[in-house]
């Protein structure tokens, strides 16, 4: 019995420091998850049996985890030194090369384990080695893509991104053009927002050690005009999807996707109110929706309307269609920990207007 409570509490510990990367970031950061609103957008679409829908859902949230677990493990088995000369954390930073070497063919495995599932869809497994390919070669020598300014950029977004939100899209066998297509932008210029934040963040660590990210290539300035120029894009992306969306679903007496209306109304309703915040303040104010803590509508349009409250509304629909998809919605309900009253207050109170600098 002591044996194998030993054995239970070292493979816990285990998981924890490897695949629960800081402090189970996977689950966080982690494309699948943040664009989640797919899964159940082509579900409404396709008019998928809840019960088929949940195996394939769920094996491929494990088969993403386990893909994204890889790539930052990849990531933190490549940058070791450098991390320790920044002072950042890294996973790997007692582990010998040759264990922290299994770790991340370990994750990989996992990745394999669960893929095998959707091997057989058309176009997967192509995009698969792809994705593995770009993942794996993003950080490791001699190629590290990281470091080839713009290609190292876009590369990383096509990986994180792109690449997943097209495995979705195999892995369910739905490929209309317009979905496909405008989706698929959109997503890019998410990743892309999110990259271009983190390269600005790590702009001085970065080009002291002379790391050849974009944003050291390119100057601190023009990344920044950049990294606007793209959550302005990601903004009007959406709008168009969502325009998209609509139109796609026909009309209310074929289809209740069509009650999507209301939630493009919404959508417009912030879109709005971020715009007029810009032009109130005279372009004086933070749009930047990746500062912790921050709590506005910035925030509110980039993270929680699309990462919830857009796969919420579809869930719903799904729900009242077929009560098996109520299984994916309490998932996500605690997920996103919506049964947390004060959590809730703080995102409806960040659309409250902020009051005018002087």
Not at 19 to 40: K, P, Q
């Amino acid at each position: 019995m002591l044996k194998r409570n030993r054995l239970i509490s070292g493979f816990i510990q285990f998981a924890n420091r490897y695949f629960g990367w800081r402090g189970w970031a996977v689950l966080t950061y982690n494309s699948v998850i943040e664009n989640v609103f797919l899964f159940f957008y082509i579900a409404l679409q396709k008019k998928l049996s809840g019960k088929w829908f949940l195996f394939y859902f769920f094996t491929f949230f494990l088969f993403s985890a386990a893909s994204t677990t890889y790539g930052y493990l990849v990531n933190d088995f490549a940058d070791k030194e450098l991390d320790l000369f920044h002072g950042k954390d890294n996973t790997f930073v007692s582990d010998s090369k040759t264990k922290a070497a299994f770790v991340v063919l370990l994750s990989l495995f996992l990745s394999i384990v669960f893929g095998m599932f959707f091997v057989r869809e058309n176009f997967f497994l192509g995009l698969w080695i792809c994705w593995a390919l770009v993942a794996t070669f993003y950080s490791l020598k001699p190629i590290r893509l990281k470091e080839k300014g713009k290609i190292g950029l876009f590369c990383v977004v096509i990986a994180q991104r792109v690449l997943p939100t097209l495995l979705i899209f195999a892995a369910f066998q739905y490929f209309r053009p317009p979905d496909v297509i405008l989706f698929t932008i959109y997503i890019f210029f998410r990743g892309l927002s999110s990259d271009l934040n983190h390269q600005l963040e790590d702009y001085e660590k970065d080009a002291d050690t002379g790391t050849g990210t974009y944003t050291v290539q390119a100057g601190f300035q023009k990344a920044r005009k950049f990294f606007r120029f793209s959550l302005e894009a990601e903004k009007a992306l959406l709008f168009i999807c969502l325009i998209n969306m609509c139109v796609q679903t026909g009309s209310l007496k074929s289809n209740p996707a069509s009650f999507l209306f209301p939630l493009f109304a919404v959508y417009v309703v912030l879109y709005g109110l971020s715009w007029w915040q810009i032009v109130r303040h005279k372009g004086n104010v933070d749009v930047n929706p990746y500062v912790r803590g921050s709590r506005n509508v910035f925030h509110f349009i980039h993270h929680t309307f699309p990462s919830v409250l857009l796969p919420l509304y579809l869930l719903v629909l799904l729900a009242l269609r077929d009560w098996t998809f109520a299984v994916p919605l309490l998932f996500l309900a605690v997920y996103r920990k919506l049964y947390s009253i004060e959590l809730i207050q703080k995102s409806l109170s960040s659309l409250r207007i902020q009051p005018k600098t002087p």
